[in-house]
């Protein structure tokens, strides 16, 4: 990746990291001032509004990010997580052929160094994939610094490049959804819009397929993003609910339309190459 705009995009983020320490200086001032009350009430209050910000995955406090898309549409757009995996990824595949689905895969960077050929057989088959990490580092991603999240993200859009020079990523999707201060900002440097999700089944943690599929199916309208993942057990068993579920519900189920608006800031993301 370009040097120059990893140290630009490096500066903007200290220079964030400036900024959201500077209440801190608001509490020692008052705490020097013998206000301690007022400092412990000053620093819980930026301590709450950063966690929340941070560890609330559909929260924007700290950047834009697409929830859903336009209802107007008719449209529903299937996501799915955390491959490519060498059983999982065939096999939904032709679940996606058998229901006339096209989804979005956020991929993990060093998994699909490792199986080339599924990334190129997704595309292949006119599906899209989006960036979900160099090594999807879920337990810490919340608290990277601006290097190693720079690292985990631009990792990830040079391998996927390289792999598919014909579709690079214009999406990107945080592990676990957990995204700090300098995440939007650094995707964003890279060409990438945050992507978050609007229906979940909670199949990272939870294998009881039917209460899986009920719970996307009670979130599932004109404008949804549905997440699913491709790396647990019951995998392939929740892709065929949710296809079957998809399908039947008579909405589109294509990749994101080429411009996309954010629904609370309007902006709008256009497909280009990353930097
Ligand atoms: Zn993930």
Known sequence: MNASLRASALRRAYLRMTLALSPALG????????????AVLLFCTVLTTMMIGTLVPRCALFGPMIKRLPRADNQVLLTIDDGPHPQH?????????????????????????????????????????????QTHPATTFWMLRPVRLWREIAGCQETLTTLCPEQPPRFFRPPAGHHN??????????????????????????????????????????????????????????AQEVTALLAASGLKCDTPPASLAFGDDEMVVERRAAP
């Not at 509490?27 to 007022?38: E, I, P």
């Not at 060093?110 to 990334?119: F, K, N, S, Y």
């Not at 190129?120 to 599906?127: F, L, S, Y």
């Open 89 to 133: 990824t065939p096999a939904i595949l032709d679940l996606l052929d058998r229901h006339h689905i096209k989804a979005l895969f956020f991929l993990v960077g060093e998994r699909a160094a490792q199986h080339p050929q599924l990334v190129r057989e997704i595309v292949a088959r006119g599906h899209e994939i989006g960036n979900h990490t």
């Open 181 to 238: 201060i300098f995440t939007a900002q650094i995707a964003g440097a890279l060409g990438l819009r945050m992507m978050l999700w609007s229906a979940r089944g909670f199949d990272g943690v939870d294998q009881r397929v039917p209460v899986i599929t009920q719970r996307i199916a009670s979130r599932l309208q004109a404008g949804a993003i549905v997440l699913i993942h491709e790396c647990t057990p019951v995998a392939v068993e929740v």
């Open 27 to 38: 509490v020692l001032w008052l705490a020097w001032d013998g206000q301690v009350l007022a």
